[in-house]
């Protein structure tokens, strides 16, 4: 008996150390970006950074572009802020159009599937 108990003690330990390890290779996903200093303070931010977008129920949309708030229309460098999305903006300017995303690193993917285009009736 005292010998399992070893063993799972064993195991237990092993299997602790190992989740610590591979909790080390994960990114944080609440960590600020890279241009933001510990301090709180902005680094060197990329030019052209979407940050947020502000779509209210009434008055202009708005999007907040290098770290200044740009009201639909408004201008960012020579660009104009034509169009506001809940994950992106358009700028239009004399280097043509340029969509800006909030979340420029994931890239959305469709998959289509045989018989998923089929109507469901919803259920009472």
Same mark, same amino acid.
């Given at each position: &008996? $005292?010998?399992? /108990?070893?063993?799972?003690?064993?195991?237990?330990?092993?299997?602790?150390? &190992?989740?610590?390890? $591979?909790?080390?290779?994960? $990114?944080?996903?609440?960590?600020?970006? =890279?241009?933001?200093?510990?301090?709180?303070?902005?680094?060197? %931010?990329?030019?052209?950074? @979407?940050?947020?977008?502000? &779509?209210?129920? +009434?008055g +202009?949309? $708005? =999007? *907040?572009?290098?770290?200044? #708030? *740009?009201? @639909?229309?408004? !201008?960012?460098?020579? =660009?104009?802020?034509?169009? *506001? !999305?809940? !994950? !992106? #903006? %358009? /700028?239009?300017?004399?280097?043509?159009?340029?969509?800006?995303?909030?979340?420029?690193d994931?890239? +959305?993917? *469709?998959? #289509?599937?045989?018989?998923?285009?089929?109507?469901?009736?919803?259920?009472p």
């Open positions: &008996m $005292a010998g399992h /108990l070893k063993l799972y003690c064993g195991l237990a330990l092993a299997l602790l150390a &190992m989740g610590a390890a $591979a909790a080390d290779l994960l $990114a944080d996903p609440t960590r600020p970006p =890279a241009y933001i200093a510990q301090d709180g303070t902005a680094g060197d %931010v990329p030019a052209g950074r @979407l940050t947020s977008v502000m &779509m209210p129920r +009434k +202009k949309p $708005a =999007a *907040v572009i290098d770290g200044q #708030v *740009v009201p @639909l229309g408004g !201008s960012v460098g020579e =660009a104009r802020l034509s169009h *506001v !999305s809940e !994950s !992106s #903006v %358009v /700028l239009e300017g004399p280097d043509g159009v340029e969509r800006l995303y909030l979340t420029p994931v890239e +959305k993917r *469709v998959r #289509v599937m045989k018989g998923a285009m089929r109507q469901q009736k919803d259920k």
